[in-house]
């Protein structure tokens, strides 16, 4: 039954019913996608750090795929730098995904508590 124009718009059962349903399954779907995001984030991180470890030890044995060289000078076994190593923009990217997933929780939060689930 819908009210006068001014008095507003109420939901039929089935309506109301609609939108929780899709308020639920929206909020699964980026919470899903927000600890997909914060693994990766978390590995990168490792990865970052032993990177950093590795250059303020023993930065001339950190080296690139395929990259060769003398033994006399590495005094230590040399490092592979990661193949996947996070580029600044894709970690830009990463942390952007990140706070729009945190907002997107938010604003479902308060559409949850606005109908009472």
């Known amino acids: 039954m819908q009210a ?3 008095e507003g ?3 039929s059962q089935d309506e109301q019913d609609a939108v929780i349903g899709r308020v639920i399954r929206q909020h699964k779907e980026v919470s899903v996608k927000l600890g997909t995001l914060k693994a990766e984030a978390q590995r990168f991180g490792v990865m970052l ?4 470890e590795a250059l303020r030890q023993h930065p001339e ?6 990259e060769s060289f003398r033994g006399e000078i590495i005094q230590r076994s ?7 190593f996070p580029s600044a923009e894709k970690l830009q990217k990463l942390t952007t995904e990140i706070r729009l ?3 997107e929780l938010a604003d479902l939060d ?6 009472g689930i």
């Open 110 to 115: 308060t559409q949850r508590a606005a109908l």
């Open 78 to 84: 040399p490092l592979q730098f990661p193949i996947d």
């Open 9 to 11: 718009y109420f939901m």
């Open 101 to 103: 997933c945190l907002t």
């Open 4 to 6: 006068p124009a001014e």
């Open 49 to 52: 750090v032993g990177v950093g």
């Open 61 to 66: 044995a950190l080296l690139q795929q395929g």
